[in-house]
């Protein structure tokens, strides 16, 4: 690694951990779930704080969970409307355990790089501003003040401002997006890569491309009364939990949940809601249908379903909504003509998927209408992420299952306000209408160049075009793929700033200059000359609340992440330019006013966002494609995914054990597969094992092999599981070396973490 500036490693220890394996636990929830969150809330906060900010998060007046973006319940449960990933999200940002510049001096980047990134985030709250100067390997305290000068001084050196990069991390308000935003316009890049660009940006893509608009159509109630719910690609049990009572609530009324997955996940099997007595006792079963598709082969399998359906309607014209699709789409008659090129077999054995249980789900379909889909990372992050979530939705149209009530679209987001970052104006492409907007509002000039995003900036810095990297919240080193090309892009900045919570490897691998600026959590009180202040955040379904703390801060050198932006862009500026930047910083409602004015659909935030909040327009809810080709939404056709497998090569997807957020990991137990105290597993089918004579524990070496490059997973253990033959699965961010950055969604530029191409080998051990 000589060409790394610093000794520093960019995995940490590869050491096992004590694996123990049990049978999964198939129900979700439950008094277990209650448990956890309170043992780990109790370890990280103590009893008090616990019970105080537990009771407080998704109330009416209380604070947004920082965990995702599931929308809270307009009629809050008194118990607490929290589920045990959101208390584990809570108590890893409230921890009372401190990173402060002792902990820097006794521990250098080098020592605390040979970490795991476990042991690095327990290490607690990241509390004072810090710098690691060129050739040091100590973080050391720096002034706010000289820390803005530093990233100015930086800023003014570059020879253009499309040298500086500004990523974002969907944890940030409305308010904190919206002036970073401007701040990076203003400065003259739309150099915005953020987490989305690895996470819905398919979505986006594939709902702005047939339905007029990159965000889900479906509110939280639609779900309630759904006929039929489709879980594709996502596994709510363990990240979005809450999502489990809405499905619950289906049931319920007679609806039927359909989930279609390469696994059958816990929370799709049985559900006890700790929100009602009765959900202590005994569970609810959740999914009527499990469909084990095989990994990226959900084309073929909607297909399937769709030819199908195609010909159960030519003899009754009931199945399709005939009068929903001559008035409101295009594409119909030539999707039709496209089924013929495809033969029923050769999907079927594609899907991996029974025939009983393909005709059972067409049964299902075949005479309701009100179908809502919802998906995440099992769709958006291959090849065809686009295409497979146009085929999803090509089910919809045919159905006329969209712009009514309990029908639609259901993209489920990840970060808490991914989607609001996006909204207020966190983009690396060019939004005319926006820009006219900045423009007369905010009184100056924003670039008219696309900027990089997520795979665009790795390379960038990689190819030394771009110099500074800020982050605002996130973890790009382990988030991004190619877990070593991006630690080299990372090395290669003159400086890289994180505005960080909790300690993680991003703030090891650096550039030659580093700064970690410690922000204040969702969780804790942000105080201004004595007013409490809030802010505001959009949840999956385009709903804008607000958020208020109540904690303590973690410490009183801790700055809020509105206010320093501001205070650097008005260091960076000097007090001259068109913003008032320092202002800004200080009044939040300012901020509203010009997301008012900017931001589209938003409109008297600061009265609107009371309470249950308000919806931002949109435009599928109201049967409107007059932006789409002849006012139309599209039926699109989508190619079969073609990988060209060889023998040895089998499919693996990187997907989140139920002890982790993103990157963040809370612990090493993934209770619902069954497997305690390890991450570094390899789920795989028995028969596969067999074939290859491997045998339970095996340690093996996970390869990839993208146009000649290979890439190396060392050290993983083998273990059997209920998983289609030919496919994997292991857990990111430990996979990620194996993604190459070079291959990623068409269109979206999601890099392919849900379809890596891999060998495995038994490890000389
Ligand atoms: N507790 C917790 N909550 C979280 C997160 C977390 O890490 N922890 N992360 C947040 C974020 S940012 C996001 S984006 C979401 C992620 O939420 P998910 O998308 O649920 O997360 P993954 O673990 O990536 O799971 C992907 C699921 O898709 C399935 N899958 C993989 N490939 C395919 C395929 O080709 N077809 C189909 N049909 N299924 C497939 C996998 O088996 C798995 O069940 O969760 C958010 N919430
Ligand atoms: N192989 C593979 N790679 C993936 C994925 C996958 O499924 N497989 N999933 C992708 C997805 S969906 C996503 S969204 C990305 C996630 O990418 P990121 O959003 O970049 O990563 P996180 O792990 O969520 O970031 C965690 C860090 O955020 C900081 N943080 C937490 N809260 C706050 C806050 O309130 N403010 C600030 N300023 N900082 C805060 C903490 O320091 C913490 O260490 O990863 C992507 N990468
Ligand atoms: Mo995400």
Redesign the pocket.
């Known amino acids: 690694m000589q060409e790394f500036h610093r000794n520093v490693s960019i995995s940490g220890s590869e050491e096992f951990t004590g694996i123990d394996l049990k049978e999964p636990i198939r129900v979700a929830a439950g008094a277990l779930g209650v448990k956890e969150a309170l043992r780990h809330s109790f370890k990280e906060m103590g009893i008090v704080r616990s019970m105080r900010a537990l009771l407080e998060m998704n109330q009416k007046d209380g604070f947004d969970c920082?965990s995702c973006a599931w929308p809270d319940s307009e009629h809050p449960s008194k118990l607490g409307e929290y589920c045990e990933n959101g208390a584990k999200a809570l108590a890893d940002?409230a921890t009372i355990k401190k990173v402060d510049a002792d902990f820097f001096k006794k521990y250098s980047v080098e020592k605390l790089s040979l970490l795991t990134d476990y042991q690095l985030?327990k290490f607690g709250r990241l509390v004072e501003p810090m710098v690691l100067r060129p050739g040091s390997i100590h973080y050391e305290p720096i002034e706010w003040q000289e820390a803005f000068d530093l990233i100015s001084s930086e800023l003014r050196k570059l020879d253009s401002p499309d040298e500086a990069i500004f990523y974002t991390?969907?944890?940030?308000s409305n308010e904190a997006a919206f002036l970073y935003g401007m701040f990076a316009r203003a400065f003259g890049t739309n150099n915005m890569p953020d987490?989305?660009n690895?996470?819905h940006e398919s979505s986006g893509v594939a709902l702005g491309e047939t339905l007029g608009i990159g965000k889900g159509s479906v509110k939280l109630e639609d779900l309630y009364k759904a006929e039929v719910i489709i879980v594709a690609g996502q596994n709510p049990g363990t990240n979005h939990p809450r999502m489990l009572s809405a499905l619950e609530k289906c049931k319920k009324n007679g609806g039927k949940v359909i989930s279609i997955n390469p696994l059958e996940e816990t929370g799709l099997v049985n559900f006890k809601n700790p929100q009602h007595l009765k959900g202590w006792i005994s569970g609810e079963d959740m999914a009527d249908l499990h469909l084990a598709v095989n990994i990226n082969q959900d084309i073929p399998l909607v297909k399937l379903i769709l030819k199908k359906l195609a010909v159960l309607d030519k003899k009754e014209r009931t199945v399709f909504d005939h009068e929903f699709i001559e008035t409101y789409t295009q594409g119909y008659e030539k999707l039709l003509a496209d089924f013929d090129n495809y033969d029923e077999d050769e999907l079927l054995c594609l899907s991996g998927v029974g025939l009983e249980k393909i005709e059972e789900a067409v049964s299902f379909l075949a005479n309701k209408s009100k179908i809502i889909v919802c998906w995440a990372?099992g769709l958006t992050?291959h090849k065809n992420g686009v295409e497979n979530i146009r085929e999803y939705v090509n089910l919809l149209l045919l159905k006329g299952a969209i712009g009514k009530p309990n029908a639609g679209t259901c993209p489920v987001r990840?970060?808490s306000n991914?989607q609001g970052d996006r909204s207020v104006g966190i983009m690396h492409f060019v939004d005319e209408a926006l820009n006219k907007r900045i423009e007369k509002h905010l009184g100056f000039k924003p670039p008219g160049k696309e900027g990089y995003d997520t795979v665009g900036a790795m390379k960038a810095m990689h190819d030394e075009k771009a110099k500074v990297f800020m982050c605002?919240?996130?973890?790009?080193l382990?988030?991004?793929?190619d877990t070593e090309y991006t630690a080299k892009a990372l090395q290669r900045c003159d400086l890289t700033v994180q505005?960080?919570?909790?300690?993680?490897r991003t703030h090891l691998v650096t550039g030659k200059t580093a700064l970690i600026l410690p922000?204040v959590?969702?969780s804790e009180k942000d105080m201004k000359n004595g007013q409490q202040r809030y802010f505001t955040v959009e949840n999956s379904m385009g709903r804008v609340t607000q958020s208020k703390g109540l904690l303590k801060p973690a410490s009183e050198k801790i700055m809020s992440?509105p206010e320093l932006i501001a205070q650097l862009a008005d260091t960076y500026f000097k007090g001259e330019h068109s913003m008032d930047w320092k202002v800004l910083g200080e009044d939040y409602n300012l901020i509203r006013q010009y997301i008012d004015k900017v931001a589209k659909g938003f409109e008297k935030t600061e009265e609107r966002s009371k309470g249950p909040g308000y919806y931002l327009p949109n435009n599928v809810r109201e049967l409107d494609f007059s932006k789409l080709p002849n006012g139309k939404a599209q039926i699109t056709i989508n190619n079969l995914p073609n990988h060209d497998l060889k023998e040895d090569e089998f499919m693996l997807m990187?997907?989140?054990s139920h002890d982790q957020?993103?990157?963040?990991i809370y612990g090493l137990d993934d209770r619902y597969r069954g497997v305690y105290n390890e991450r570094r597993v390899l789920f795989m089918n028995s028969e596969d094992m067999e074939s290859l004579n491997m045998k339970k524990l095996d340690v093996v070496n996970i390869r990839s092999n993208y146009d000649g490059q290979i890439r190396t997973a060392k050290k993983f253990l083998v273990i059997p599981y209920n998983i289609p033959k030919g496919n994997l699965a292991a857990y990111?961010?430990e996979?990620?070396v194996l993604?190459p950055y070079n291959h990623f969604a068409e269109k979206s530029k999601t890099?392919i973490?849900?379809s890596i191409k891999v060998t495995v080998k038994k490890a000389s051990v």
Do not use: D, W, Y
């Open positions: 920082p940002e985030n991390s969907g944890r940030s987490c989305s690895m996470c990372m992050q990840g970060h991914v605002l919240g996130g973890n790009f382990m988030a991004a793929s505005v960080s919570t909790k300690l993680n922000t959590g969702r992440e990187t997907i989140r957020f993103n990157t963040t990111f961010p996979t990620n993604v890099p973490s849900k």
